[in-house]
Nanobody
Framework: QVQLVESGGGLAQTGGSLRLACAAS????????MAWFRQTPGKEPEFVAA????????YYGDSVKGRFTISGDNAANTLYLQMDNLNAEDTAVYYC?????????????????WGQGTQVTVSS
């Protein structure tokens, strides 16, 4: 059984940076996709970024392109999200998620394992 644990959230100022990490334990197949989603109260999770483990191909949501970078260390089973040039609209709970299939998806319902989330708050 796979478990995901996020870390690295906190408070940042507008224009600042934060780096999130997601430590995965258990058996994770190479033909899988790991992603970051974020959620604000009353809304469904929003796709942020994803990476295919087998090829390291990445995909980003429009609102974070050019500011966020997703990366993974397969040997360490750790996923990262470098967030730069943060703004107030980035304030949310950020979740790490795993899709046990090789094809990328931006739909939160396609991901079968989730972490507990980490709060990111950006103040002006």
């Amino acid at each position: 059984q796979v478990q995901l644990v996020e870390s690295g959230g906190g408070l940042a100022q507008t224009g600042g940076s934060l780096r999130l990490a997601c430590a995965a334990s258990g058996r994770i197949f190479v033909n899988s996709v790991m992603a970051w989603f974020r959620q604000t109260p009353g809304k469904e999770p929003e796709f942020v970024a994803a990476i295919r483990r087998i090829s390291s191909t990445t995909y980003y949501g429009d609102s974070v392109k050019g500011r966020f970078t997703i990366s993974g260390d397969n040997a360490a089973n750790t996923l990262y999200l470098q967030m730069d040039n943060l703004n107030a609209e980035d304030t949310a709970v950020y979740y790490c998620a795993l899709r046990s299939q090789q094809y990328m998806s931006t739909m939160w319902t396609d991901y079968d394992t989730w972490g507990q989330g980490t709060q990111v708050t950006v103040s002006s």
